[in-house]
């Protein structure tokens, strides 16, 4: 079955850059969403259709894509951005599949 | 105020059947596609099942296939997730979700 690759976990201090890649093989020909989610709480929706941001989600938050990856980057990040970063995506049958998660530490 | 709020969650015995709802408000639900994604505790997020705006898709992960079934009732603006033969594994927090808008979700335990 298609699997999305994630890190599993990304260390950042406050005010640098975290970069969060997501692999997989279907990636050029389907769209990539970043959702973030912090512990108790529901997920919220941070980056749609690879690049796009919903109303509401701070410019820091930006979404990119390379050939089979695609990455969320957290400029400026805040103590606040400490959380779990999945990515999701579909298969060629529209499937969808999320990655395993990124834990992101605010250090 | 827009949001989706799920419902229907529980204990149920290995083999039995539960039938999740999430309702929406202040939007016209059947004019999106609708998710179900489960999360099992400790673990990351799990896509469970799609319906499309028109119905005229209904697309299952493999591991529910053949045993949920993912409907709506546009009179009522409700989704349901009707779960049968459940298993074990089939223990999570259930989310529907339908663009940026997430529900809080609902406990489903398969438990004996």
């Known amino acids: 079955s298609y699997k999305l690759t994630q890190p599993p976990s990304v260390s950042v201090s406050p005010g640098q850059t975290a970069k969060i890649t997501c692999s997989g093989d279907e990636l050029p020909r389907q769209f990539a969403y970043w959702y973030q989610q912090k512990p108790g709480q529901a997920p919220i929706l941070l980056i749609y259709k690879d690049t796009e941001r919903p109303s509401g989600i701070p410019e820091r938050f930006s979404g990119s894509r390379s050939g089979t990856t695609v990455t969320l980057t957290i400029s400026g990040v805040q103590a606040e951005d400490e959380a779990d970063y999945y990515c999701e995506s579909s298969d060629s049958s529209d499937s969808y599949v999320f990655g395993d998660g990124t834990q992101v530490t605010v250090l | 105020q827009v949001q989706l709020v799920e419902s229907g969650g529980g204990v149920v015995q290995p083999g039995g059947s539960l039938r999740l709802s999430c309702t929406a408000s202040g939007f016209t639900f059947s004019s999106y596609a609708v998710h179900w994604v489960r999360q099992a505790p400790g673990k990351g997020l799990e896509w469970v099942a799609l319906?499309?705006?028109?119905?005229?898709?209904?697309i299952y992960a493999d591991s529910v296939k053949g045993r949920f079934t993912i409907s709506r009732d546009t009179s009522k603006n409700t989704l349901y997730l009707q779960m049968n033969s459940l298993r074990p594994e089939d223990t999570a927090v259930y989310y529907c979700?339908?663009?940026?808008?997430w529900g809080q979700g609902t406990l489903v335990t398969v438990s004996s």
């Open positions: 319906i499309s705006h028109a119905e005229s898709e209904k």
């Open positions: 979700a339908s663009g940026i808008l």
